[in-house]
Structure formats: C-alpha cells, structure tokens
C-alpha cells in the first residue's frame, strides 16, 4: 500500500494516523514528516529526545512504549501524549514534571488484552480500580485521552476482532462515565491497531492506529 493511499483512508475514516518511527533514521522520519504525517511514535526515551532535538518543532511525539518513573523528567517538557500509563506511581510523577513545565501533560491507560503474558499493561479490573482512587482525580497536570491496547500476536482474526470488541465495550462504558470534559479528563481515543490488524481495529471502534511497517518499511534492529 502506498503511504498516501493508507493516509487518504484513514483521514476519510476520521482514524488519526501514529507513524511509529522507533530505529527509524531521522533521515527516514524527516521523509515521511515531508509527506504531511506530524505524528511519530517512539518507544525509547533516549531516542525519541535526540529525535526531538533534531527534527522540526510542529512534530507530536507520542511515547507508545513503556516509561520508567525516573525518566519522566526527560521527555516531560515536549511530549505529546504518553501511551503506556499502567500506575498510579507513574501517574504521581508525570504530574509532578509536568507541573514543573507548565504543562498538562495528555496520557493513555494501557489496557492487557492479549493472550500472552506480559509485565506492563492494566487488566480492566485494574484500570477501573484505578480510576476510583481519590489519588487520581487530585492530579490536576494531567489529562486522561483514552485507552491503549495491543491484541495478542496472532494471524486468527476472530481473535483480533474479538480482543478489540472487548476493549471497545470497556472504552465505551468508561467514556459513559466521563461523558464530560473537565481540566483533567477529555476521554476520546482509543488506541488500537498496528500495521498488520489496523483495518480489524479500525471496524471496531479505533481513533487511533500506530503504523510502522507499512510506512518505513521493516523494523531496523
């Protein structure tokens, strides 16, 4: 597919389109940037501040992988939107940096919804827990966008479909609950699909896809 063709598609499906640019050049994402894209998602802090400090000032740096509480700080002062939130402790700081900055600092839960085990990401009980805790709702320098999930790494699309409906419900019954904006909550993405399951997540119910592969190209290790 060509980057302009999957562009027009998601633009006329109102789906915002995340270039996940991790070991990707500056060279490569000054490329794809000239196409239009203003929105690149990194997974290491490291790389996405030398990005930063390299690349145009109009770019929306999403971090998509996961945060370390003690490197908060450095991306603090520029970051778009933080993907991987899955604490209350990483919450905590990320609102104290971006109280430092001046900022509100936009993030997305990470949901588990996968078969496979893994170290990072809320189950739903978790989330909604979370989501009770008087703590939360006194961090002012931040604001709530939405959810994030990745499906289990699977060819069988019934899976797919049936991992993301379930995130879906969950989004939905969250968004019921915080069906008004206020200065911390503006709950409105859901962040779900990649290069090989975009069009499974886009039918159910996604604002926002992460691309990689099919805009640069296979991954560089």
């Given at each position: 597919?060509?980057l302009?063709?999957?562009?027009?598609?998601l633009?006329?499906?109102?789906?915002?389109l995340?270039?996940?640019?991790?070991t990707?050049?500056?060279?490569?994402i000054?490329?794809?940037?000239?196409?239009?894209i203003?929105?690149?998602?990194?997974?290491k802090v490291q790389?996405?501040i030398?990005?930063h400090?390299q690349?145009?000032d109009?770019?929306?740096?999403?971090?998509?992988?996961?945060?370390q509480t003690?490197?908060?700080k450095y991306?603090a002062?520029f970051?778009?939107i933080?993907?991987?939130?899955d604490?209350?402790?990483?919450l905590?700081?990320?609102n104290?940096?971006?109280?430092?900055n001046n900022?509100?600092?936009?993030y997305l839960?990470?949901?588990h919804i996968a078969?496979?085990e893994?170290?990072?990401?809320?189950r739903?009980?978790?989330?909604?827990?979370?989501l009770n805790?008087a703590?939360?709702?006194?961090?002012?320098?931040i604001r709530?966008r939405g959810?994030m999930?990745?499906?289990?790494?699977?060819?069988?699309?019934?899976?797919?479909?049936?991992?993301f409906?379930r995130?879906?419900?969950y989004?939905m019954?969250?968004?019921?609950?915080?069906?008004?904006?206020t200065d911390?909550i503006?709950?409105?993405e859901?962040?779900i699909?990649?290069?090989?399951?975009y069009?499974?997540?886009?039918?159910?119910?996604a604002t926002?896809?992460?691309?990689g592969?099919?805009?640069?190209g296979?991954?560089?290790e």
């Amino acid at each position: 597919m060509k980057l302009q063709d999957l562009i027009g598609e998601l633009e006329q499906k109102h789906v915002k389109l995340i270039a996940v640019s991790k070991t990707k050049s500056v060279e490569e994402i000054r490329t794809v940037y000239n196409t239009g894209i203003r929105d690149f998602g990194e997974n290491k802090v490291q790389e996405l501040i030398s990005k930063h400090e390299q690349l145009p000032d109009d770019i929306h740096w999403h971090l998509i992988g996961h945060l370390q509480t003690n490197k908060v700080k450095y991306i603090a002062p520029f970051v778009h939107i933080i993907h991987s939130v899955d604490s209350l402790k990483l919450l905590v700081e990320i609102n104290k940096q971006a109280e430092k900055n001046n900022r509100i600092i936009d993030y997305l839960f990470q949901i588990h919804i996968a078969r496979e085990e893994t170290k990072f990401g809320l189950r739903v009980e978790e989330c909604s827990h979370l989501l009770n805790d008087a703590q939360w709702t006194k961090l002012k320098h931040i604001r709530l966008r939405g959810l994030m999930a990745m499906a289990s790494n699977t060819s069988d699309a019934n899976q797919i479909s049936e991992e993301f409906t379930r995130i879906r419900h969950y989004f939905m019954e969250v968004k019921q609950r915080f069906n008004q904006v206020t200065d911390n909550i503006c709950f409105d993405e859901l962040c779900i699909g990649m290069s090989s399951d975009y069009a499974i997540a886009i039918a159910c119910g996604a604002t926002m896809v992460r691309i990689g592969s099919l805009i640069f190209g296979s991954r560089n290790e």
